[in-house]
């Protein structure tokens, strides 16, 4: 089936650095990708949507200064979190879905954990 | 507004029982509607997805479907202490700018004691 593979899964640093986060769909062309954040006990919040060679469309309250997407390719996202501060410390989830398959079941990574220290 | 609304929970329910999920969706354009399970620290990952009116069934889950009264459900048979996790309902719709964007509910929580 469909995979999606997102990396790193944990991030660790301090607060000030900046952190990249990948999402490729391996098997796939990834038309659109969908990124989320999950803070503790709650349910997934959607960032960002993403689709190949344009620029990213961002929720509602989302600084898109801070978040920086880039999805120059069918196969890979990227999420740069900016001199990232502990309050951006999340569970950061990507999802991908192909040509023809926007009400199809999305596929997610695994998810980074990052900590801000 | 596009709200998907799943009862708070948490459930608990003992090992062999029925664990009935419910979820229901005010846009009545919502076109597709999911299952996920999410364990404590992963991602959701696909349980069901039912697209049409009615039941649909895969091995010990079944999704019920009632566009009508804007109601979807999963019913897990036989539940097992692996099937407690959060389950997230969502649907997605069937236009313009957010064609394909998943709408999550809350989330469920269940646990299945031996």
């Known amino acids: 089936g469909a995979v999606v593979s997102q990396h790193p899964s944990r991030v660790i640093c301090k607060s000030g650095t900046s952190v990249k986060i990948e999402c490729r769909s391996l098997d796939f062309q990834a038309t659109t990708m969908f990124w989320y954040r999950q803070f503790p006990k709650q349910s997934l919040m959607l960032m960002a949507t993403s689709n190949e060679g344009s620029k990213a469309t961002y929720e509602q309250g989302v600084e898109k200064d801070k978040f920086l997407i880039n999805h120059a390719s069918l196969t890979l996202s990227t999420l740069t979190v900016t001199s990232a501060h502990p309050e951006d410390s999340s569970f950061y989830i990507c999802?991908?879905?192909?040509?023809?398959?926007?009400?199809?079941?999305?596929?997610f990574g695994d998810g980074t954990r990052l900590s801000i220290l | 507004q596009k709200e998907v609304e799943q009862n708070s929970g948490p459930l608990s329910v003992p090992e062999g029982a029925i664990a009935s999920l419910n979820c229901t969706y005010s846009?009545?354009?919502?076109?597709?509607f999911f299952w996920y399970r999410q364990y404590s620290g992963k991602s959701p990952e696909l349980i069901m997805s039912i697209y049409s009116n009615g039941d649909k069934e895969d091995g010990r889950f079944t999704a019920q479907l009632n566009k009508a009264s804007q109601y979807v459900s999963l019913l897990i048979r036989d539940s097992q202490p692996s099937d407690s996790a959060t389950y997230l309902c969502?649907?997605?719709?069937?236009?313009?700018?957010?064609?394909?964007?998943?709408?999550f509910g809350r989330g469920t929580q269940l646990t299945v004691w031996p």
């Open positions: 969502a649907v997605t719709l069937d236009r313009g700018s957010t064609l394909g964007r998943l709408y």
């Open positions: 846009d009545r354009g919502s076109q597709s």
């Open positions: 999802s991908a879905s192909g040509v023809g398959q926007a009400n199809q079941p999305q596929h």
